[in-house]
């Protein structure tokens, strides 16, 4: 069973960049795709990107689209979400998630280990 581990959040400007990342111990994170959600105060969680298990297979929401870059370094056995550009509409926690593919659809039930979450804050 896969487990996650998220670390990275904070407070930053707009305009900055922040990274999360996503530690996994057990089964190599090789074998899942990564997908990334966050959920903003007040609203549903929400799929904005994801990486399948080969290099050719990526998808991002079209509010984070190139802004936001998720990448993995599987010697690590670790994801990570490199946030540009930020803007106060992007505050939330994240969450990363590991599935078997990266769908447009994103939906939540895919995803079969989750992340414990990271609170970003978009202010100045």
């Known amino acids: 069973q896969v487990q996650l581990v998220q670390s990275g959040g904070e407070a930053v400007q707009p305009g900055g960049s922040l990274r999360i990342s996503c530690t996994a111990s057990?089964?190599?994170?090789?074998?899942?795709?990564i997908g990334w959600f966050r959920e903003a105060p007040g609203k549903e969680r929400e799929g904005i990107g994801c990486?399948?298990?080969?290099?050719?297979?990526?998808y991002y929401v079209d509010s984070v689209k190139g802004r936001f870059t998720i990448s993995r370094a599987n010697v690590e056995n670790t994801a990570y979400l490199q946030m540009n550009s930020l803007k106060a509409e992007d505050t939330a926690n994240y969450f990363c998630?590991?599935?078997?593919?990266?769908?447009?659809?994103?939906?939540?039930?895919?995803?079969?280990?989750w992340g414990q979450g990271t609170r970003v804050t978009v202010s100045s």
């Open positions: 057990g089964p190599s994170l090789r074998n899942y795709a």
């Open positions: 998630a590991v599935g078997w593919g990266c769908y447009t659809d994103m939906r939540p039930a895919d995803y079969r280990a």
């Open positions: 990486v399948g298990v080969t290099a050719d297979s990526s």
